[in-house]
């Protein structure tokens, strides 16, 4: 009985679903991917944010902030993050994980609908 049931258990392991969704694991490398944070440059959700207030060499203060990358397609985002840029780290990140960091911010970012706005449209459809 014990083996059919380790046989069983062991069935169920194999055949279950993913540990995280893909949504999940995208959201887990935006905020952390290698061990820094795209999420602390770019915002939570990829809208921009300012990353340092400074004083340049003529007295004028200035501004670096991160680039809004909501709407980048994935070819621009995959070359950014594989070859870095002036203030952009290089990432050491599989076009897989580009990939799932670009569907997050997609998925994200989609408009959502307001709760009462879906009870009244389900209600006129009943």
Do not use: W
């Not at 969704?21 to 959700?45: I, K, N, V, W």
């Not at 621009?76 to 799932?100: C, S």
Request: hydrophobic share 40%.
């Amino acid at each position: 009985m014990r083996i059919i049931f380790a046989i069983l258990i062991a069935a169920l392991a194999l055949s279950a679903e993913d540990f995280i969704t893909e949504f999940e694991y995208g959201q887990m490398l935006y905020e952390d991917p290698r061990g820094a944070s795209c999420a602390a440059c770019h915002g939570p959700t990829g809208a921009g944010e300012m990353i340092a207030e400074y004083t340049d060499a003529e007295g004028v203060v200035r501004t670096l902030t991160a680039p809004d990358i909501r709407q980048t397609p994935l070819e621009v985002l995959r070359k950014r993050v594989k070859e870095g840029g002036a203030v952009m780290p290089r990432y050491f990140l599989t076009d897989k994980e580009i990939a799932t960091i670009h569907a997050y911010l997609q998925k994200v970012n989609q408009p959502r609908k307001s709760s009462v706005k879906a009870l009244f449209q389900n209600a006129q459809t009943e």
